[in-house]
């Protein structure tokens, strides 16, 4: 059974950084077409993908946002870890970890497993 | 980046109608498109894969279909538990996007 769960502040203040953990069990991020992400969402707003570390430890950024993003990964903790530098109002929403497969049946990337989410809001 | 865009962005329908929801993307890819389901106060949940493919566990009332730019998914009787929102995203480049999402709600 894959779970998946996060887990930082829920409040930080503009200019600060953000640094939130997803640990997830039920699955090894070594094991080939495997990866795990982030999506978030503001509230009442649509779906944004941010990032996404692959089982071969190549990292993939939203370009609007990548100069402050970082995705590492602890695999003896079976954990990844998201961190978003110089926070504002704007980025308010609720941040998802998720696990992404790629099945070689049909060679494509989909978001199979999500975490509960966490509500992260910026504001001094 | 590839844009997705959907439509209705909301629709009321009442139980056992037949309900269609539109994607469109702004450049073309054979069949890298996804749906997921989102209802209040949850996560997002995989519905539709490989734009016709149902992920397991999935009813099959759901059925999605296209390729290229347009795509479409299709609720044959709409039931009590699927009013929810509604999201296509393209995993055909990064970065991976969403579509603004359609709201489907009780009439």
């Known amino acids: 059974q894959i779970t998946l769960k996060e887990s930082g502040p829920t409040l930080v203040k503009p200019t600060q950084t953000l640094t939130l953990t997803c640990t997830f069990s039920?699955?090894?991020?070594?094991?080939?077409?495997?990866?795990v992400g982030w999506v978030r969402q503001p509230p009442g707003k649509a779906l944004e993908w941010l990032a996404l570390?692959?089982?071969?430890?190549?990292?993939r950024y939203n370009p609007s946002l990548k100069s402050r993003l970082t995705i590492t990964k602890d695999t003896s903790k079976n954990q990844v870890v998201l961190t978003m530098t110089n926070m504002d109002p704007v980025d308010t929403a609720t941040y998802y970890c998720?696990?992404?497969?790629?099945?070689?049946?049909?060679?494509?990337?989909?978001?199979?497993?999500w975490g509960q989410g966490t509500l992260v809001t910026v504001s001094s | 980046d590839i844009q997705m865009t959907q439509s209705p962005s909301s629709l009321s329908a009442s139980v056992g109608d037949r309900v269609t929801i539109t994607c469109r993307a702004s450049?073309?890819?054979?069949?890298?498109l996804n749906w997921y389901q989102q209802k209040p106060g949850q996560a997002p949940k995989l519905l539709i894969y490989?734009?016709?493919s149902l992920q397991r566990g999935v009813p099959s009332r759901f059925s999605g279909r296209g390729s290229g730019t347009d795509f479409t998914l299709t609720i044959s009787s709409l039931q009590p538990e699927d009013f929810a929102t509604y999201y296509c995203?393209?995993?055909?480049?990064?970065?991976?996007?969403f579509g603004p999402g359609t709201k489907v709600e009780i009439k």
């Open positions: 995203q393209q995993s055909y480049s990064t970065p991976f996007t």
């Open positions: 039920g699955f090894s991020l070594s094991t080939s077409g495997v990866g």
């Open positions: 998720i696990h992404s497969s790629y099945p070689s049946s049909i060679q494509l990337w989909l978001f199979d497993y």
């Open positions: 570390l692959y089982w071969n430890d190549d990292r």
């Open positions: 450049q073309s890819f054979s069949r890298h």
């Open positions: 490989a734009a016709s």
